[in-house]
């Protein structure tokens, strides 16, 4: 499977950004997408993820409220607005692709991952 990311950018503080996610290939085996982030010197870390057929969706606790992550699976695209946007949301922001049941927390758990985009966000 392949997972083009795009929409990054660089935006001012209380901005909004929208990413998006295509996979293609053996699309039939998606478990679950979800979008990860690192920042320079620290790990890589959830932002949100959700089931491909049902509606388990989880997110981590500093964007609760401000990003919603949604999909469209006819595109096999999942997606990312970001809103009220804060410095410390500054990261390289990747999405990833689980083929299998398992944890949508962990970074160890998904199969593949897209080539990451760059979301800045200045005070």
């Known amino acids: 499977v392949q997972l083009q990311a795009s929409g ?10 929208r990413l998006s996610c295509t996979a293609s290939g053996r ?7 979800g979008w990860f ?11 949100a993820s959700m089931h491909w057929g049902g509606s388990n969706i989880v ?3 500093s964007v609760k409220g401000r990003f919603t992550i949604s999909k469209d699976n006819v595109k096999n695209t999942v997606y990312l607005q ?3 946007l804060k410095p410390e949301d500054t ?8 083929q ?5 927390r962990e970074a160890t758990q998904y199969d593949d991952w897209g ?7 200045s005070s």
């Open 8 to 17: 990054g950018g660089l935006v001012q503080a209380g901005g909004s950004l």
């Open 91 to 98: 990261a390289a922001y990747y999405c990833a692709l689980a």
């Open 100 to 104: 299998s049941p398992r944890s949508l």
């Open 37 to 47: 982030r690192q920042a320079p010197g620290k790990e890589r870390e959830l932002v």
């Open 27 to 33: 699309t039939f085996r998606i478990y679950a997408m």
């Open 82 to 84: 970001m809103t009220s």
């Open 115 to 121: 080539q990451g985009t760059q979301v800045t966000v």
């Open 59 to 61: 997110y981590e606790d």
